[in-house]
C-alpha cells in the first residue's frame, strides 16, 4: 500500500491526474478504469480534458451507479461525461437505464465481460477509482448492506436503508481483483473514516477493498490524513 499526501484538494486532483496518465501511457492499448463519483474525481476528470493521450485506447466504466436517469444531476456516469468523457474519444460505458434495477445490474455486469480482461479468479479491472463516505463504504458498498455477502457475481444492484435509495454497484469480489485501486478522499470531516480504515483494522467495506487489493494507492488532502499516526 501506498499513501500519498498533498496540502489541499487542488494538489490532490492535480496527482490523481498524473497517476491515472501514467496508468494509461504504461497500459494503453486495452486500457480499463473503473470510475468513482464525488467532487475530488470530478476535479480529477476536469483536469485530464487537455491531456494528450491515446483516449481512444481507454474504456471506462462506473464502479457504482446511483438508480436515476442518464440526464438526472444525481448521475455518476453524467458527471464523469460533463467533466470528462463528453470532450476526449474514449469509450464510457454507462449503466443502462432500464425501470427494474436487477435486470439493470444483470446487464451491466454481462456488459462487463466485454470489457474487462478474463482470468482464473474472474473478471479483473485495470486501474479502479474509488472514495470513501464517513460511514467507511466505498463504491456503493454500504456497512451492513446485503451486496458486502456476495461472492458469486461481480455487479449486484440492493436497496440501501441508509440511503433510501436503489444503488448499484461493483461487488467486493470485483474491486478486489483490480490491479490498481487507487483511493481519493479530502477533506477533514472524513479524517477519522480514514484513520479508521487506515490504521484500526476495521471491517469498514473500504478497509476490506483497501485489504484485499493488490495494489492499493491512497491520495489524501491533509485535512483527510490530519488523524493518521504517521
Do not use: C
Request: no cysteine.
Amino acid at each position: 500500500m501506498r499513501i500519498r499526501i498533498f496540502d489541499d484538494a487542488d494538489r490532490l486532483a492535480e496527482a490523481a491526474a498524473q497517476e491515472i496518465e501514467s496508468w494509461i501511457r504504461l497500459t494503453a492499448p486495452g486500457v480499463t478504469i473503473g470510475l468513482a463519483g464525488g467532487s475530488t474525481p470530478a476535479a480529477t476528470y476536469r483536469l485530464l480534458r487537455g491531456t494528450r493521450l491515446p483516449w481512444d485506447e481507454v474504456t471506462a466504466w462506473m464502479t457504482d451507479e446511483r438508480f436515476v436517469a442518464p440526464d438526472d444531476p444525481e448521475s455518476n456516469a453524467g458527471m464523469a461525461a460533463a467533466a470528462l468523457f463528453d470532450h476526449v474519444p474514449a469509450d464510457l460505458r454507462r449503466v443502462p437505464w432500464v425501470e427494474d434495477p436487477l435486470a439493470a445490474a444483470e446487464s451491466y455486469e454481462e456488459e462487463l465481460h466485454g470489457i474487462l480482461e478474463p482470468s482464473a479468479n474472474g473478471l479483473r479491472p485495470g486501474l479502479v477509482l474509488l472514495g470513501v463516505g464517513e460511514d467507511g463504504h466505498t463504491a456503493s458498498l454500504f456497512p451492513g448492506t446485503e451486496a458486502l455477502e456476495v461472492t458469486d457475481r461481480d455487479y449486484v444492484a440492493q436497496w440501501v436503508p441508509q440511503q433510501e435509495a436503489w444503488r448499484l454497484t461493483a461487488t467486493l469480489s470485483l474491486l478486489t481483483r483490480a490491479r490498481r485501486t487507487m483511493f481519493l478522499v479530502s477533506g477533514a470531516h472524513k479524517a477519522d473514516i480514514v484513520a479508521e480504515v487506515l490504521e484500526g483494522g476495521g471491517d469498514h467495506p473500504a478497509a476490506i477493498v483497501s485489504n484485499g487489493s493488490r495494489d492499493a494507492v491512497w491520495l489524501l488532502d491533509r485535512d483527510a490524513a490530519r488523524r493518521l499516526s504517521g
